[in-house]
């Protein structure tokens, strides 16, 4: 079963068991720097973020590879009138040449992991705009919660990734392996 059709069935389901999709709590959490402006979120799923900082006034690109999360992500914002636009692009094969006259105050990469993405992402935040990550790391306590070590940062990964970059978050937390990072764009 190709990736696709994977997470096709993986949103299926999830829409099945009508949850809500939640919005990432640290994201929330970063309100007070979150002033509304144009915003990327890469891998939305079911786009709980992207719907969070539309209602914080940012106009968002949503990109993900199934079709199923897109059409979930467009419904609702056309239902709540929100200021998304979903689009089905699958980040594999991303067209760097397509995105290179792009920029975003704020991206958002949640639970997605590809490290080829880093410099694109890099290249898509403005000057002093700001990136927010969060996936797993490899820990201990995670080694087993069926996520392969290939999709999991190492530990501090994203700090050195970003050192460049003002620090302006970051958490690792042991016991649910997972990264967060909070950054923002230097001017020079
Ligand atoms: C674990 S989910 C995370 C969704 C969302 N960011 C969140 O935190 O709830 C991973 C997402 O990556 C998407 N995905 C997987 N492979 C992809 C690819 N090659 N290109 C774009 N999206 C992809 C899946 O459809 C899924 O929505």
């Not at 700090?159 to 620090?167: G, P, R, T, V």
Request: glycine share 4%; with cysteine.
């Amino acid at each position: 079963m190709n990736s696709k059709t994977k997470w096709d069935l993986k949103h299926k389901e999830r829409l099945e068991e009508l949850k809500d999709p939640a919005v990432n709590p640290r994201l929330m959490n970063l309100s007070a720097y979150l002033n509304g402006d144009t915003a990327l979120d890469i891998a939305c799923g079911l786009g709980a973020n992207s719907m969070f900082l539309a209602r914080m006034n940012y106009q968002v690109e949503a990109i993900d590879i199934s079709d199923v999360a897109i059409n979930f992500v467009l419904e609702q914002a056309t239902k709540n009138g929100l200021k998304i636009h979903p689009r089905v692009c699958d980040l594999t094969v991303l067209d760097r040449v397509e995105w290179q006259n792009h920029s975003f105050n704020l991206v958002v990469m949640t639970y997605y992991l590809d490290r080829l993405l880093f410099p694109i992402v890099k290249s898509l935040v403005q000057k002093d705009g700001y990136f927010f990550m969060e996936t797993f790391y490899q820990t201990p306590q995670n080694q087993n919660n069926g996520v392969s070590n290939q999709y999991k940062l190492q530990s501090n990964e994203l700090l050195a990734e970003f050192s460049e970059w003002k620090i302006l978050f970051f958490e690792e937390n042991e016991q649910e392996g997972r990264q967060t990072i909070f950054c923002q764009k230097p001017v020079l």
